[in-house]
């Protein structure tokens, strides 16, 4: 089943030098599965994500063709129409917990706001769900953590409380961007962990955006290998070690191994036909 | 090269005394490169910022090249030990051209004919003159990194300290800044102290290395055991597997 699908997607940004296209024609459809994108910073994976959301600010410019979520299109809706979107149906995890918290409010009263915007309830349940939540994304004293402010997480708790708050409202997708990249590899792996397992449990899709390419080979379902805005290579995650674009075999090639010594990596060669080849599509054939 | 024996560095005092580093030992040949890895707050980076004087209190013993290290450093220490830091977008001056920065450097260290010497820089970090009047803005991570690595090159240092210098840039520009220090190691028989949450990396650089954790040096190892997965320590296991695979078992 299609979650979400989107049809020639651009960003677009005017600048003195004239316009620079940091999306450029980008299609790919989202069942209910983990979707990665992969790419260098610069690749527009990050503006991807945002443009779904219409997060792009002026004066940039987001076009597409269209982008559906569950027969509604985006693209059409008003601002405020957009509003019950973000959040209740599709949320996003942003990079570092540091900056995307309020800093002069107690966890607690930031979850509970959140919930108390998009639901009609009362305090008392909203308390009560967001003490549900924490414990979702194991936190073990989630009473302690609702009262403390941000300063006093790490930052692996504090990516949690993050995901925490995106899941209060019940998304049917969820856009991770770069969820993990602040945080250190023990701690990374429990926060996949939970966003495994709310992807199987609750059937949620998720997009995840990462530079990361093994950890998008090892976590997701699917990749897109974007480059220069577009995109370059889809292919099944488990066999992106077979990816036949050279851009991608690059990437590859240029992680340093444990297992495989050698005294010079092997660095990338671009070539400025990669960014001029059409995106390929990341429609799924059987959604 | 360098030896450090039973050193301790903290933050604040009383009861909010902060022990980032306990008590640690260990020493780097000369030529040799030596990792330091180990979870954010485990202290390592802490180590590095000791040696170059930027932590405030310490106690034990650093010794460089065969001086005793005291409260201050004096300009012949910092021509021989320079650090790279790990965020290139930060290290550098926003308002200082690289032409400035490197010159400058220069001066400080006493060294004649800058002119020159700022052109040489730049042709041994893979920099062409053309990025000479350039300001920090107009460059990408890695050629800023490149710069940071000139700067501290400048005053032709016998020991380099890297903070996770690649941690900040995307996986093909780190592949060529490893294969950068690599060369210059080589050419000029430098010292690599080296901090990095990435054992990957860490295995690349280094013969060997030691692991971290809140504050102690809970094993230290060569590289080979790294690829053997073989240490001894069940903290260094942990971390090991935790870097090696990302595997969800659902």
């Given at each position: ?243 036949k674009h050279p851009y991608t075999q690059g990437l590859l090639n240029s992680l ?32 | ?250």
């Open positions: 089943m299609t979650l979400l699908e989107v049809e020639d997607l651009w960003v677009k940004f005017p600048t003195r030098q004239g316009i620079f296209e940091a999306v450029r024609g980008v299609s790919f459809s989202l069942g209910k599965e983990r979707l990665g994108i992969v790419g260098e910073s610069g690749s527009g994976k990050s503006m991807t994500g945002r443009a779904i959301l219409r997060l792009i600010r002026k004066p940039g410019i987001v076009e597409a063709g269209h982008i559906t979520l569950e027969g509604t299109d985006l693209m059409q809706l008003s601002e405020k129409e957009m509003r019950k979107v973000r959040g209740q149906r599709i949320s996003m995890v942003m990079q570092d917990p540091k900056f995307s918290l309020n800093p002069v409010m107690t966890i607690g009263a930031q979850m509970m706001e959140a919930y108390l915007l998009h639901k009609n309830t009362s305090k008392t349940q909203a308390r009560a769900k967001s003490l549900e939540m924490l414990k979702a994304v194991s936190i073990s004293d989630p009473e302690r953590v609702m009262r403390a402010y941000p300063h006093e997480m790490s930052g692996g708790m504090g990516q949690r409380i993050m995901i925490a708050m995106m899941l209060i409202p019940d998304p049917q997708i969820l856009i991770a961007d770069e969820p993990t990249s602040a945080l250190d590899v023990s701690v990374q792996r429990q926060v996949l962990d939970i966003m495994d397992r709310l992807v199987t449990e609750r059937g949620m899709g998720l997009i995840f955006i990462s530079h990361d390419l093994n950890l998008v080979a090892e976590f997701c379902d699917r990749v897109l290998i974007m480059y220069a805005g577009r995109v370059v290579e889809v292919c099944d995650a488990d066999r992106l070690h077979e990816a340093p191994r444990i297992e495989d010594p050698r005294k010079h990596l092997v660095a990338l060669k671009r070539d400025d036909a990669w960014a001029e080849a059409p995106s390929v599509s990341g429609v799924k054939a059987d959604a | 090269m360098l030896d450090i024996e039973n050193l301790n560095v903290w933050f604040g005092d009383g009861r909010d005394r902060v022990d980032a580093v306990k008590a640690a030992t260990f020493s780097v040949k000369q030529g040799e490169s030596f990792g330091l890895v180990g979870e954010s707050g485990s202290g390592k980076s802490t180590i590095l910022r000791a040696i170059t004087g930027l932590a405030p209190h310490w106690s034990g013993r650093i010794t460089v090249d065969g001086t005793d290290l005291g409260k201050r450093r004096d300009r012949a220490f910092y021509k021989k030990v320079q650090m790279v830091f790990q965020d290139p977008y930060a290290s550098l001056h926003p308002r200082h051209s690289v032409d400035q920065v490197l010159s400058e450097t220069l001066y400080l260290h006493g060294v004649g004919d800058i002119d020159k010497r700022v052109s040489t820089l730049l042709e041994d970090v893979g920099l062409g003159a053309r990025f000479r009047f350039r300001y920090p803005h107009q460059l990408s991570g890695g050629q800023r990194q490149r710069v940071a690595i000139a700067r501290a090159l400048a005053g032709e240092p016998k020991l380099l300290l890297l903070d996770e210098p690649t941690s900040a840039l995307d996986v093909s520009v780190q592949a060529e800044i490893l294969n950068l220090l690599t060369d210059l190691r080589e050419d000029r028989g430098l010292t690599y102290l080296m901090v990095s949450h990435d054992l990957p990396v860490v295995s690349h650089m280094c013969e060997r290395l030691a692991v971290m954790k809140s504050g102690e040096i809970v094993e230290m190892m060569g590289v080979e055991t790294l690829r053997k997965m073989t240490p001894s320590h069940p903290y260094s296991q942990s971390l090991l597997g935790a870097s090696v695979s990302h595997k969800i078992t659902a």
